[in-house]
């Protein structure tokens, strides 16, 4: 209800480029407020943003496959004898399925938080998969409830995502997405300097950002010095 009275600061389709480099537009600014996705089939997700990463997905209608004692069993974390007891605690306590499998002696708080953030993060990754939909965000002061685990680094699975992609192209096709890009400079924001740290670099990659931010580069300048293949 109260995004009823409130405007998105942007919107935007799924499968634009636009998105993704939003995503980092907010890792960048340290951003906090909420995405609301909607799909074609009319289920609409939601993003909690903290501090520039997301903390929290909910899904109307729910995804039982999206659920985390549902993830926990197909991961065979769990058994479903196991699940149903969680399930079975929460409708007489009216606790949090994570509260369940503390109370019966499968994780500890700290192991929670730490699957919590894995379920943050395998969601993140089907939002990224889905090539349809509309998405807004809405910028909030604070997020309505406090969640568990940190923010996720997004800039960082971003990142590694376009780097396999592009391991997955042909020669051909990745020299043709360079094609139009040669002879435009590059250069790093101060604020983009902050967020690559945040960024799990490998050693050549870590030594070609300090290439690229030594010298004005064109793009085609950059392949011959390069320390990557």
Not at 71 to 76: I, R
Not at 102 to 109: A, Q, R
Not at 113 to 132: D, I, P, S, T, Y
């Amino acid at each position: 209800p109260v995004l009823d009275e409130m405007e998105p600061v942007l919107t935007g389709q799924v499968q634009d480029r636009s998105f993704r480099d939003f995503l980092i537009q907010l890792a960048v600014e340290k951003s906090t407020g909420l995405l609301v996705i909607n799909y074609p089939d009319e289920r609409v997700r939601y993003g909690f943003w903290d501090r520039g990463g997301v903390v929290a997905w909910r899904t109307d209608p729910i995804q039982e496959t999206e659920v985390l004692g549902v993830l926990l069993m197909n991961a065979d974390q769990i058994s479903q004898e196991q699940l149903q007891e969680s399930l079975s605690i929460m409708e007489q306590k009216g606790c949090r399925q994570g509260e369940a499998f503390i109370e019966m002696g499968l994780m500890t708080f700290p192991q929670l938080v730490m699957v919590l953030g894995k379920q943050v993060e395998f969601l993140f990754q089907q939002v990224m998969r889905v090539r349809e939909g509309q998405w807004a965000f809405y910028t909030l002061d604070s997020l309505p409830e406090q969640f568990l685990p940190p923010s996720l680094r997004v800039p960082s699975l971003i990142y590694r995502g376009l780097i396999q992609f592009a391991r997955q192209m042909q020669k051909a096709e990745l020299q043709k997405s360079h094609r139009d890009h040669l002879d435009e400079y590059v250069a790093f924001s101060e604020d983009a300097k902050e967020v690559l740290k945040e960024v799990k670099l490998t050693k050549n990659e870590r030594r070609f950002l300090e290439i690229m931010a030594s010298n004005s580069w064109r793009k085609r300048e950059l392949f011959p010095v390069s320390p990557l293949s």
